[in-house]
């Protein structure tokens, strides 16, 4: 088990060891997911935060990954779980393609190391390189890793058969799952298992989703439950969790079709004192798909942000509502079409267009919700219909080219985020009805964008004084990289 000092401080955000051992010591959660450190007495690596013994100095390596970490040789701690950690938001240029690039290793569905990169707009090589110096592994050893990582999560927290969990974490079977348990973590799926405390719905499984504290659940709860789609999704309020978001979910794997449903609520068995989680029960239809599933919740309940971060940026500005998310997306075709038709009116006008559009054209589902029916329309199916039948709506006929465009554009790939975030937005504006406002709304809730800036928004300009555009965005360069959270900050303000 073996790390340099100068490859740790390379990867671990500049920061030297003496700084991280400090952090560990303080159990610092604000640093979660950011680093993990090993103990060369136990070969067990760890949160920042983890509630053991803290270890002797001299007995901790530290990695930004843990893949780097399982590379090294260490196994994951049973009582901290590094797999529970929340991940990173892609601030800079580089940070958002290693960034992009894990979250498409980890959603992979049989794709190479090649198509990813080609996905991402960036060389195959260039990807190589950046998972090297951004986590010190390979690609192909970060998705191995995240898969062991998943499976372990099904393990201890659902009641999942070993064969569903193989499936849902990406392995091809079984045995080839429970090979690299033995040789990661010198036990076997069964073991692990019989320690395990798990009361599940047969119907769903339930999943912990971490995130970096403070977490503006309320706040956030209100935004999605003013744009909820009816039939689609709804937002009901309670006292014991503030709340819990459900909607119906379509996903496609390997060219087969899942249909089902999630419920998100506040984690109430989470302590608080700097952690904060998301309870998420999805329905067993979809456990295939889990990891999809997952990773469209956290860009949706944006879980990766780093509030410390933006508040250092943004400063007096987060006081009001400390801890505010970017409430981001489940389908970025969805929210591509609800940018378009909410252009220049107001959120309720948009909300009854929308509406139509799905009692129109969504499928019909089931889901143990009764105002859960309907499943939103696909690109496909929006291209098929004819202009007529979306006058008739009530959209009008320059609406129709851009939703008819965004449509193909999100067929061609073109909605999947990229590396070169300012190349897409400009693909974007060069759709017919697609201006500067609805393409960086749709680079702020559905490309992982933290930096969109959304600048002649009404909102924006009234929070502002109604200054002139071009003084709007200069102001807005303090508030760099984090503008979108900026954004949001001047919504609230409006309240």
């Known amino acids: 088990?073996?790390?340099?000092?100068?490859?740790?401080?390379?990867?671990?955000?500049?920061?030297?060891?003496?700084?991280?051992?400090?952090?560990?010591?303080?159990?610092?959660r604000r640093f979660d997911g950011r680093f993990f450190f090993g103990v060369t007495s136990t070969g067990i690596y760890c949160r920042p935060g983890c509630p053991a013994r803290r270890p002797k100095r001299e007995n901790c390596r530290?990695?930004?990954?843990a893949a780097a970490a399982e590379k090294a040789g260490f196994r994951p701690c049973l009582r901290c779980r590094p797999e529970l950690?929340?991940?990173?938001?892609?601030?800079?240029?580089?940070?958002?393609?290693?960034?992009?690039?894990?979250?498409?290793?980890?959603?992979?569905?049989?794709?190479?190391?090649?198509?990813?990169?080609?996905?991402?707009?960036?060389?195959?090589?260039?990807?190589?390189?950046?998972?090297?110096?951004?986590?010190?592994?390979?690609?192909?050893?970060?998705?191995?890793?995240?898969?062991?990582?998943?499976?372990?999560?099904?393990?201890?927290?659902?009641?999942?058969?070993?064969?569903?969990?193989?499936?849902?974490?990406?392995?091809?079977?079984?045995?080839?799952?429970?090979?690299?348990?033995?040789?990661?973590?010198?036990?076997?799926?069964?073991?692990?298992?019989r320690g395990a405390s798990i009361g599940r719905d047969a119907g769903s499984v339930v999943l912990r989703i971490s995130c970096r504290a403070p977490y503006a659940w309320s706040a956030l709860l209100d935004f999605l439950e003013y744009r909820a789609i009816e039939g689609v999704e709804e937002v009901e309020k309670t006292e014991a969790s503030g709340g819990v978001y459900r909607r119906g979910v379509a996903l496609e794997s390997g060219g087969a079709a899942y249909r089902g449903w999630v419920a998100v609520s506040r984690d109430e068995k989470?302590?608080?004192?700097?952690?904060?989680?998301l309870s998420a029960e999805v329905s067993l239809s979809l456990a295939p798909v889990l990891g999809q599933v997952v990773a469209r919740l956290k860009r949706l309940f944006d879980t990766d942000s780093r509030p410390g971060d933006v508040r250092e940026t943004l400063g007096v500005m987060t006081e009001a509502c400390p801890g505010l998310r970017v409430p981001g997306c489940f389908d970025a075709f969805e929210m591509g079409v609800r940018a378009i038709l909410g252009q220049q009116i107001t959120v309720r006008a948009a909300h009854t267009l929308t509406t139509r559009l799905v009692e129109a054209l969504g499928e019909e589902t089931t889901t143990p919700y009764p105002t859960l029916r309907r499943i939103f329309p696909t690109p496909r199916r929006l291209l098929e219909t004819d202009d007529d039948t979306l006058g008739r709506m009530g959209i009008v006929r320059n609406r129709q080219r851009a939703l008819h465009a965004l449509a193909e554009f999100a067929l061609s790939g073109g909605l999947e985020p990229r590396a070169d975030i300012e190349g897409q937005i400009r693909d974007l504006q060069k759709l017919p009805g697609i201006g500067e406002w609805t393409a960086q709304y749709i680079a702020m809730r559905a490309l992982d964008w933290p930096d969109?800036?959304?600048?002649?928004?009404?909102g924006v300009?009234?929070?502002?004084?109604?200054?002139?555009?071009?003084?709007?965005?200069?102001?807005?360069?303090?508030?760099r990289p984090w503008r979108a959270y900026a954004t949001l900050y001047l919504w609230q303000k409006q309240k």
């Open 270 to 277: 989470i302590p608080s004192g700097g952690t904060f989680a």
């Open 62 to 65: 530290f990695f930004e990954s």
């Open 1 to 28: 088990m073996t790390n340099t000092v100068a490859n740790t401080r390379a990867r671990v955000n500049g920061y030297d060891d003496d700084f991280l051992y400090e952090v560990l010591k303080n159990r610092d």
């Open 85 to 193: 950690s929340p991940g990173e938001t892609g601030a800079s240029p580089e940070e958002r393609l290693s960034v992009l690039a894990s979250r498409a290793l980890q959603q992979a569905d049989g794709a190479g190391v090649d198509e990813i990169a080609a996905s991402l707009g960036v060389s195959e090589r260039h990807l190589r390189r950046v998972f090297a110096s951004r986590y010190g592994v390979s690609p192909v050893q970060y998705a191995r890793t995240f898969r062991l990582l998943f499976a372990r999560r099904l393990i201890l927290e659902t009641n999942l058969s070993f064969t569903e969990t193989a499936m849902a974490s990406g392995f091809g079977s079984v045995r080839r799952m429970n090979a690299l348990f033995r040789e990661r973590y010198r036990c076997n799926p069964t073991e692990l298992r």
């Open 452 to 458: 969109a800036f959304p600048h002649t928004d009404c």
């Open 461 to 479: 300009r009234a929070a502002l004084g109604n200054a002139p555009p071009g003084e709007i965005l200069s102001l807005a360069e303090r508030w």
